[in-house]
């Protein structure tokens, strides 16, 4: 049985040329006899994209795309789903999907339900930012005015030192990580909101309209004057305005590349990458990295594509595409840390 090989069939295409400098009587039997044999060599090439399979996160969807994309021309078909963190860590869990992406880790009690053991690798960073839709308007939001407005309590962007506007508030529907850090964020400045509605991937929320995926918060607060809500850095544009947050200095700080990198210097990651909760006293006030979870020991055909696939995502070449989109690329130290625990993918560990 034939094996493909593009190079045989480049060699045919230099003979098919060569074959312009014999008598025409050899030059019809070689062409035939080469044509005959390009084409059993292509019919009998094999597909050559490998394919996974993935779901969750929406908040790195937009680079995420990119980089399957780019990866495509590499012979790689990767299938995303922007399910929501929720939905891809059951899928994964479950074994319909060959990697999981989110923006908080997998909590102990589901990590033991992963018969082949589990790693947790972070792909990229970004702000969490407070996004709304009100030409003209300037927000500088304290810590208890951005609680008391998710509360409820501030109904009107006239108390904000805004023209007069009533607020609709507008939230994720389903299970997100994009949720978990930002209310994580709330009840870490406030008591009140620590105690009720609290952190959590979902939670009841005191007040305002549910979207689904960081698109579609992005989307409904576009399409409504006065609506504001939480997205991820990179879905702020058009219309949507990002409010400037008090950090724990007392500044008032716009989410951007140069104060989202300054609030992660200030993180201090544990030696396996699994520490990386924050409260910066410099730059942008909420930030997350967003983590891809993969199996430790997997089918021995989808290895080396995992390997190779998240290797590109941690390159510097990849890296560099993130923050073309609003996304932070990750500090070399740590770069070299998820590369490495990558490729102890279908190790025995």
Known sequence: M??????????IKSGLISTLKIPTWQRLRKLTALTSLAGILISCCPQTTISISGAGASF????????????????????????????????????????????????????????????????????????????????ELTQIQL???????????????????????????????????FTKNLSRISKSWKKSPGTGKTISWPIGIGSKGSEGVASTIEQMKGALGYSEMSHIRGKLQAASLENGSGKFIQPNSETVIQAIESVTSTKNL????ASPTVGYPIVA?????????????????????????????????????????????????????????????
């Open 274 to 277: 699994l520490g990386h909760e």
């Open 147 to 181: 609680v008391k407005i998710f509360q409820g309590s501030i109904k009107n962007f006239k108390e904000l030192n805004c023209k007069e506007q009533p607020i609709t508030i507008v939230y994720r529907a389903e299970s997100s990580g994009t949720t978990f850090n």
């Open 60 to 139: 790195p969807a937009l680079i995420y795309d990119r980089w399957f994309y780019n990866l495509r021309t590499q012979g790689f078909k990767v299938n995303y789903q922007s399910t929501g963190s929720g939905t891809g860590i059951r899928q994964f869990i479950i074994g319909t999907v060959d990697f999981a992406a989110s923006d908080t880790l997998i909590d102990k009690k589901k990590i033991k339900k992963i018969t082949q053991g589990l790693i947790q690798v972070p792909m990229t960073s970004s702000a969490i930012g407070v996004a709304y839709n009100l030409p003209g308007c300037k927000l």
């Open 289 to 349: 990295f967003t983590w891809i979870f993969l199996a430790k020991r997997n089918e021995d055909n989808k290895i080396d594509i995992l390997k190779r696939v998240f290797s590109y995502m941690l390159s510097p070449k990849a890296q560099k595409q993130a923050v073309e989109l609003g996304y932070v690329s990750l500090p070399i130290p740590i770069l070299k840390q998820a590369t490495q625990i990558v490729n102890s993918i279908g190790r025995n560990l």
């Open 2 to 11: 034939f094996r493909c090989h593009y190079e045989q069939v480049l060699q």
